[in-house]
């Protein structure tokens, strides 16, 4: 006789097994875990580093030469640096380090480390290295441009007399990091700068020190025993990759992580009605923008491009589908830079689009294609834009691809419409400026791809306002320039610029004090306590 | 991929070494032309992988100098052949990402997966098998019914939407199981990891509150791919005893007075469990890939993430090696089918 009770019984008492009561997993209160999808880092050096999560990361476990208040931008005040002085000409910058500090090995921060950063991140060249070498800086020239002068100073000699702003702005960006360089230097393998060992390494002065980074697994960050400023109160802070979003609100209900990093709209709204958990927001510098591809017969026409513009139905995307994840922003420069331009001329206006596009010679619309990487965000929006459109007998026809595909086929301008993120490389207006209003040259092979460069847009006379507003050394004059060169550039550029990005983040109430920037640099827990 | 084909002809007998040597030459082929289909696969992905490497915002200076640091500047076939010669040599590269050996990476990540795998099918197996029986022997009736639905949801279901839901009822309603992850970070550090097998590492260490977390780790996402393979294995199971139900040898044995249970669990499931062995393997090969919605909802850190990660980033090195130990799994695991096959059927011995 054959008795199903036998495996029933069987299969009950293998899940009485574990069943035994599990204690609710509370965190310790001396350590902070996160769930993010930390599958972007590639690399802890700061001279390499140029993602999200590893810029976060390396803002809490290094110091720049300059930092600024992420609550107030414009506040820009030394870190490693203690002052700086500018020469006559513009062109030397004279820093001098504070004194008495030193980095997480005990190893005093002396001029040497600033100096050796510097030019190791130049020499290395690894991605972020523009944001120093568009000085003049080359490989060959740095050792006598960026050179010691005492034990706590050094002079920064540029090619030009940059605004002292944009300097300024870049030395407190990611790459501008002060390395340890004797630690840096014991790791040196065949003339590496150390690269090998620092990739996953640490060698800072920071709030936190890098214990340990297992790719696609989880970040392990420990408290600073050497740090200058206040102690944190976290002895550890911990980041979990947790991929899916859905998965990150049920650790987070289950308190078995403090902090949720990625949240789609379902999870935002699940999770504000809860009263264990806490919402937060903060503006980032990230721009949601479409570019039309000027080498595209009908984009290039002007008035095609304008009627785009007011084809996209800007407040209800805001407020439905992407609500609290995006603000309406339609000038290149983002909210909290110099110069940001905040006005929003444009909102769904079908019948003026129809008319421009009737003044085009093309009263009955037309078809195009538009590159949509297939995540969830990026698709519903392209979906959205795609109906609006359609209203004006503009077919707009979607094709789906992933990130590595949408983005090599833009670069190679083989695209008609492309929709995306842009995001600020450092906080100085020039960042964007120098994307979305500078090419200064449109051959199909040159030295730089700039986003205009890659929509085709030939425009010379932009270039050159784009290239003067960086040598101006007034600020308040310089934000001015900025803010004309948006008016100009939002009426007449083939760009459709939407929204700003707002980063949300959900944590268990007891956690205080995590702090969001304006960038992910910017993002600190070294003030974070749990009740 | 090699498949267990079987050649039903009265072939004479061939002299063992000659066998072998066949043997090893169609496992050479079959990998030869694994890897060169998936090259040519990650040429024709329409992503460049220097940008994975540089990212958007690079200078064409940085752009060209990593282009020819992956040998991007050579012909495809020149390409191809170096990468050959290399894997013969034993090495498979560095991942254009990590920068780390590829062979490093997969030993890391490999026993996530192989962990979870065995125990899926282990598990799959116990319940699949004793099913399949059930369902035969009581073939059209209710038992049979409940157990093709039972199958029937565990070939339809999204993997995805179950585990979720999984973790929704035994990890955040119930609290029986822990979530998602390998192991609490509590516990993370009190093992060291030597077979990279955390149930195993934590057993023989002693460490029994570490095992106990781990286990409770694993036990959602191993029966979810149970579940899985048990569908299919009782699926296999049910028709094979249909089979050996309806032999004369059955018939012969009920007319001599053996009890039915002798003859079901004995005689007929040992013959059928013949080919089952084979469904077996291949449900464990399938699982052994990696599965990739379950390591994501999971957050489990196996192959089939790793894999997912190296192929959306036109990370060619990690894929061609990934591919690589996926085929030599699945060769492996063919070839002890069939050896098992050769031990179980005195059929086939007979005509080796």
């Known amino acids: 006789m054959f008795h199903k009770t036998h495996w029933l019984a069987a299969v009950v008492a293998s899940f009485t097994a574990v069943s035994a009561p599990m204690a609710q997993a509370e965190t310790p209160a001396d350590t902070l875990i996160m769930a993010w999808s930390i599958d972007d880092v590639i690399s802890l050096d700061p001279a390499e580093l140029f993602e999200f999560t590893a810029g976060e990361i390396a803002g ?52 040497a480390d600033a100096v050796y950063s510097l030019t190791r991140a130049v020499k290395m060249d690894m991605s972020p290295a523009f944001i120093l070498t568009q000085f003049g800086f080359t490989a060959d020239n740095v050792d006598e441009k960026i050179r010691q002068t005492g034990e706590y100073t050094f002079e920064f000699e540029m090619d030009q007399a940059y605004a002292p702003t944009l300097v300024l702005y870049c030395l407190t960006a990611n790459v501008a990091s002060v390395v340890d360089m004797k630690l840096v230097q014991e790791h040196e393998v065949d003339g590496d700068f150390g690269y090998n060992w620092l990739k996953t390494g640490y060698a800072g002065s920071g709030p936190f020190s890098i214990r340990e980074w297992r790719a696609n697994e989880v970040v392990v960050m420990e408290r600073n025993p050497n740090y200058s400023g206040d102690a944190p109160a976290m002895a550890r802070v911990i980041y979990r990759h947790i991929p899916e979003p859905a998965t990150q609100r049920i650790l987070l209900e289950q308190s078995d992580i403090d902090i949720a990093r990625d949240l ?114 990026i698709t519903s929006l392209a ?104 008016k100009e550039h939002q009426a007449v550029s083939p760009f459709v610029i939407m929204f700003q990005e707002i980063e949300v983040m959900a944590h268990r109430k007891n956690v205080n004090g995590f702090v969001i920037g304006p960038s992910f640099s910017d993002n600190s827990y070294a003030a974070v306590t749990k009740d | 991929m090699a498949g267990a084909s079987k050649t039903g002809g009265r072939n004479r007998a061939l002299p063992f070494a000659w066998k072998a040597v066949k043997l090893i030459a169609s496992v ?82 490999f026993p996530a997966t192989l962990e979870l795998a065995t125990f899926g099918v282990i598990l799959g197996t116990i319940l699949g098998v004793p099913l399949g029986v059930l369902a035969a022997v009581k073939q059209g009736r209710l038992a049979d019914q409940v157990v093709r639905v039972i199958g029937l949801i565990g070939y339809s279901a999204p993997i995805f939407w179950l585990g979720l839901l999984g973790l929704l009822i035994f990890y955040a309603k119930l609290g029986w199981v822990a ?121 489990w850190p196996g192959l089939g993430q790793y894999l997912t990660n190296s192929l959306q980033n036109a990370d060619m090195n990690a894929v061609l090696g990934g591919t690589l130990v996926i085929g030599v799994v699945f060769v492996g695991l063919n070839l002890l089918s069939d050896l098992l096959y050769t031990l179980l059927d005195p059929r086939v011995r007979r005509r080796g």
């Open chain 1, 383 to 486: 979906e959205a834009i795609q109906g609006t459109m359609a209203q004006a007998g503009i077919k707009l026809e979607l094709i789906p691809g992933d990130g590595g595909q949408t983005l090599t086929k833009y670069r190679a301008r083989t695209h008609d419409i492309y929709i995306g993120q842009w995001g600020p490389d450092y906080q100085d207006p020039h960042t964007n400026a120098d994307t979305f209003a500078r090419n200064p040259d449109n051959s199909d092979s040159p030295a730089s791809k700039p986003l205009a460069w890659r929509n085709a847009w030939d425009i010379p006379e932009m270039t050159a306002k784009a290239d003067a507003a960086v040598l101006e050394a007034d600020a308040d004059k310089r934000a001015e320039m900025y803010v004309e060169l948006q």
């Open chain 2, 179 to 299: 979530g998602p992850g390998r192991i609490d970070i509590s516990f993370e550090y009190d093992i060291t990891p030597t077979t990279g097998l955390l149930l195993l590492d934590s057993a023989m260490q002693g460490k029994w509150a570490a095992f106990r977390n781990i286990f409770s780790h694993i036990i959602l996402p191993a029966s979810l791919l149970g579940y899985f393979s048990m569908a299919y294995i009782s699926r296999m199971t049910r028709s094979f005893m249909l089979n050996e139900l309806a032999q004369e040898y059955v018939i012969a044995a009920r007319v001599k007075g053996v009890p039915e249970w002798r003859i079901i669990w004995v005689h007929a499931l040992r013959n059928a469990a013949v080919p089952l062995v084979t469904v077996i393997a291949l449900s464990y090969a399938g699982l052994l890939e990696g599965s990739v919605l379950t390591e994501t909802v999971f957050a």
């Open chain 1, 60 to 111: 809490n476990s290094y110091e720049t030469l300059i930092g600024y208040d992420p609550m107030n931008v414009s506040d820009i005040s030394g870190k490693v640096a203690e002052s700086w002085e500018v020469s006559e000409d513009g062109k030397t910058l004279t820093f001098k380090i504070k004194e008495g500090r030193s980095f997480a090995s005990g190893n005093p921060i002396t001029a």
């Open chain 2, 28 to 109: 050479a082929l079959t990998f030869l032309g694994l890897l060169f289909v998936t090259f040519l696969i990650g040429r024709v992905v329409p992503v460049d992988p220097v940008l994975s490497v540089v990212g958007d915002r690079a200078s064409q200076a940085v752009y060209d100098r990593v282009y020819i640091e992956l040998g991007l500047d050579k012909p495809l076939i020149q390409q191809f052949w170096i990468y050959l010669q290399k894997v013969f040599t034993g090495d498979f590269g560095s991942s254009f990402l990590t920068k780390r050996p590829i062979l490093d990476d997969i030993i890391r990540v």
């Open chain 1, 264 to 377: 789609g709209p379902d999870e935002i709204t699940a999770m504000s009605s809860n009263p264990d958990l806490v919402i937060e927001d903060g503006v980032k510098g990230s721009i949601y923008y479409m570019g039309l591809n000027q080498k595209n017969e009908f984009l290039s026409k002007p008035q095609v491009a304008e009627a785009m513009k007011w084809l996209v139905d800007y407040e209800t995307i805001a407020d439905t589908l992407m609500k609290g994840r995006v603000t309406v922003h339609q000038a290149f420069l983002p909210k909290g830079f110099l110069g940001a331009y905040e006005e929003n001329p444009y909102s769904l206006n079908v019948e003026k689009a129809k008319e421009l596009l009737a003044e085009a010679g093309l009263p009955d619309g037309f078809t195009v294609t538009m590159d949509t990487r297939n995540t969830a965000e």
